[in-house]
């Protein structure tokens, strides 16, 4: 430890050697107990990586410098060539299940059949709705018992497979069309493929431009899914009794569920990105981050459209923690609020779940999805860090987990004990912010 600091010393020694008077007689520094400069995480005092001096005198110099790295190992799981991963899944038994947005893919939920290549689950069959838009409906979906755009896919305690399904399909590149009652939908599987039970939603519960993006399910008592709306114009939390199929808004528009309006992110310490497209080379040198929508060409926007995201049950069942993806407040509500169904008998219900809101604080990023552990941690993403951080609810801080250079956008996590042992997170790395959507194309 001292060694480490020996650069350091040597800037406090110059000082010193100006005067012998008492009032340099600086207490022991650093005080006792502070942890030792390799245990700040990401940081490290060491000689540097590469050299940066032709001074001799300088190569054995120890410096403080950011190595980009803390936490445990990470194991590259599997490559995507194809498709637009969202969501990630993992069963005790190892499989791993995943979904993505439609375009032009034959399924939208999927299992790992090779670590570069990944199949339709349960079959083609469930991944080919009639119709992806209605002909006598212009610009909406269909109902459907079949899959549409599965957004998240979730294996629960009892290793059953959830899959959200929001109704909107995007296909051939063009906007997500609108959602009819009976396309947004989550299904629950086996793990065999079976499904067991669909729940639909009414059209005052799930909106045409809804967007349902993750659920959580918690499988005490009657049991209830959580899911959140990350439409940018109506954000909510959708809450299904499993027991009954019943299911109702909360938190509309509430800052737990709405984007910051003041966001601005940065990426890769604000990375200057080219791209030579035959003969043109594009730039793209925004520091920090904005959003340029293909859409309407180099039109620059606050990257505020995104709400409510992430979602993560603690591991009591006591909360659910939100942090909408375009901020960087993590909030929580009591879940005995949210099971309160809004009704004519029970009309306090949604001013008491909005009142009930905590805001646990800024936790030092912004995340797309949040996972808990048995222990109790939350997970969250954290984008602009190229790391994962974790809050602990005893505490009520939030600490460094891992941070890697490959993390790029943490998009879902999933958090298994497997039955081959040891437990893991599994985590997707979608890249979100160098789609085409983000990047002008
Ligand atoms: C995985 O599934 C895809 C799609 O069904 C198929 O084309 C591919 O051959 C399969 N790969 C392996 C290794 O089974
Ligand atoms: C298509 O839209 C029409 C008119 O709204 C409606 O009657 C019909 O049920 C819709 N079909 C499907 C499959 O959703
Ligand atoms: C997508 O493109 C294919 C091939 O051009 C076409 O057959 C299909 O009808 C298109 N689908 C939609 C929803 O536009
Ligand atoms: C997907 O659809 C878009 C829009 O029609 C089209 O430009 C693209 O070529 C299609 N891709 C494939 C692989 O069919
Ligand atoms: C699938 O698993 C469920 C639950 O274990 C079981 O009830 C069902 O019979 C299985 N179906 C098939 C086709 O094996
Ligand atoms: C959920 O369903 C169960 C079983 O029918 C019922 O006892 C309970 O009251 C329901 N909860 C709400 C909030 O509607
Ligand atoms: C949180 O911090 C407390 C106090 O340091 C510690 O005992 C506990 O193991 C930590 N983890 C969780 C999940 O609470």
Known sequence: MFSALSTLTLWVSIVLAQTSSSVFD???????????????????????????????????????????????????VHAYYNYWPTGVGVASDGTIFTCFPRGNETF?????????SEAAWPNEEWNTPPAFYNESNPGYSIATDKLL??????????????????????????????????????VGFYLN??????????????????????????????????????????PA??????????????????????????????????????????????????????????????????????AADGIALSADGEYLYVTPLTSRRLYRVPTSYLKQQPSSTN?????????????????????????????????LGSQEHNAIHRYNITTGLVEPFIRTPVIQWADTMSVVSLQSGGGYLYFTVNQLWLAPDYQNG
């Open 193 to 234: 493929g079976t499904s067991f039970v669909t729940y639909t939603f009414p059209d005052y519960v799930v909106y045409a431009d809804s967007s349902l993006n993750d659920v959580r399910i918690d499988l005490r008592g009657e049991g209830y899914a959580y899911i959140t709306d990350s439409s940018p114009y109506r």
């Open 347 to 379: 009309p306090n219900a949604y001013m008491l779940a909005r009142e009930n809101v905590q805001n646990v604080g800024e936790f030092g990023g912004h995340a797309d999805g949040l996972e808990t552990d048995s222990t109790g941690y939350i997970y």
């Open 108 to 116: 939208t939920l999927a299992v790992f059949n090779s670590s570069t």
């Open 149 to 186: 755009f599965i957004q998240s896919v979730v294996v629960d305690g009892a290793d059953r497979v959830w899959a959200l399904d929001t109704g909107r399909p995007r296909v051939n590149g063009t906007y997500l069309f609108a959602a009819v009652p009976g396309g947004p939908k989550l």
């Open 26 to 76: 600086f207490p022991e520094y650093p005080p006792p107990g502070t942890p030792g400069p390799y245990a700040t995480l990401a940081n490290a005092a060491a000689p540097l990586p590469y050299g940066i001096s032709d001074d001799p005198a300088l190569s054995e110099a120890v410096i403080h410098y950011d190595t980009g790295f803390f936490g445990p190992q990470i194991e590259l």
């Open 237 to 306: 939390i959708v809450v299904i009794n499993l027991s009954t199929g019943e299911s109702w808004r909360h938190l509309d528009g509430s800052l737990m569920t709405s984007p910051d309006p003041a966001f601005v992110p940065v990426y890769d310490g604000g990375t200057l990105l080219k791209y030579r497209v035959a003969h043109l080379m594009l730039t793209n040198e925004e520091v920090p981050f904005y959003y340029r929508p293909i859409a309407q060409p180099n039109v620059i926007q606050r990257l505020t459209a995104f």
